[in-house]
C-alpha cells in the first residue's frame, strides 16, 4: 500500500511569492492534515480538510489556505511569504476507521 | 492548556543503554498518546501509543509509562541502537468541536546513539 506522498521535495521561493505544496493521502483515507515543523518548534497544526471541506484550522494567518478535491488530494497555498514561513511542511492522513494519522516525507520550503 | 511538554531537548545514550524521554500534559480531556519517530528526510511515523485506562505498553524494545494522576507519559527504549538514532516526539489527542481528532505534539527530543 502506497503512503501518503508530498511534492515537491523541495521548494525555494522569494519574499512575497506564492507557494503551492501538494499532497495524496493514502487509498482510503478521507481525512487530510497540515502541519508546519519549523526548527525548534516541533509541529505545529495548520489545517484539517475532510471530504472536501475545511473542518478545522491552526493558529495561522489567513495568507496560509488550501484545499481538498474529490480523489482526496489536497493542496496547501501560501500567500505573501514570509522569511518566518521557512519550514518543512507535512501532510498526514487519516480514515474514519482508525484515525491515526500517517504522514508523508514533506515539503522543505524556503524563503529567501 | 492544549500544550505537551517534553524534556529533554537532546540526548546521547550509549549502545545497550536505556534510553527515556518524559512528556506532560494539562489537559484531561486527552484521550490517546502517540509516540514518533523522525529520521533526517523523512516524516514522522508513529511508534507506539497508549491510552489513558493503561499504565504501561509495550512493543519489542519500546516501552510507553502512563502515570494518569501526575498527567505524565514517557518512552523507555531498552538496548538502545545506533539505528535508533531520530528525533522522538510525543503527542496527545482531543477530540476537537469539529468532530476529528487533533494532535498536540511536543517539541521533540533529539536522540543520538553512540557505539
Known amino acids: 500500500e502506497a503512503g501518503v506522498t508530498q511534492s515537491p521535495t523541495h521548494l525555494i521561493k522569494t519574499r512575497g511569492q506564492q507557494a503551492t505544496l501538494r499532497c495524496s493521502p493514502i487509498?482510503?483515507?478521507?481525512?487530510v492534515y497540515w502541519y508546519q515543523q519549523a526548527l525548534g518548534l516541533g509541529l505545529q497544526f495548520l489545517l484539517w480538510?475532510?471530504?472536501?471541506?475545511?473542518?478545522n484550522r491552526g493558529n495561522f494567518p489567513p495568507r496560509f489556505s488550501g484545499r481538498q478535491f474529490p480523489n482526496y488530494s489536497s493542496e496547501l497555498n501560501v500567500n505573501a511569504l514570509e522569511l518566518e514561513d521557512s519550514a518543512l511542511y507535512l501532510c498526514?492522513?487519516?480514515?474514519?476507521?482508525?484515525?491515526?494519522?500517517?504522514f508523508g516525507p514533506g515539503t522543505r520550503l524556503t524563503v529567501l | 492548556q492544549q500544550q505537551v511538554k517534553q524534556s529533554p531537548q537532546s540526548l546521547i545514550v550509549q549502545k545497550g543503554g536505556i534510553s527515556i524521554i518524559n512528556c506532560a500534559y494539562e489537559?484531561?480531556?486527552?484521550?490517546?498518546f502517540p509516540w514518533y519517530q523522525q529520521f533526517p528526510g523523512k516524516g514522522p511515523a508513529l511508534l507506539i501509543a497508549?491510552?489513558?485506562?493503561?499504565s504501561e505498553k509495550k512493543e519489542g524494545r519500546f516501552t510507553i509509562s502512563f502515570n494518569k494522576s501526575a498527567k505524565q507519559f514517557s518512552l523507555h527504549i531498552m538496548d538502545s541502537q545506533p539505528g535508533d538514532s531520530a528525533t522522538y516526539f510525543c503527542?496527545?489527542?482531543?477530540?476537537?468541536?469539529?468532530?476529528?481528532?487533533?494532535?498536540?505534539f511536543g517539541k521533540g527530543t533529539k536522540l543520538s546513539v553512540i557505539p
Open positions: 498526514a492522513s487519516s480514515s474514519q476507521v482508525t484515525d491515526t494519522q500517517y
Open positions: 489537559n484531561t480531556a486527552f484521550d490517546y
Open positions: 480538510y475532510d471530504e472536501g471541506e475545511e473542518r
Open positions: 487509498s482510503g483515507h478521507t481525512s
Open positions: 503527542a496527545a489527542r482531543v477530540r476537537s468541536g469539529a468532530g476529528s481528532y487533533q494532535l498536540t
Open positions: 497508549i491510552r489513558p485506562d493503561v
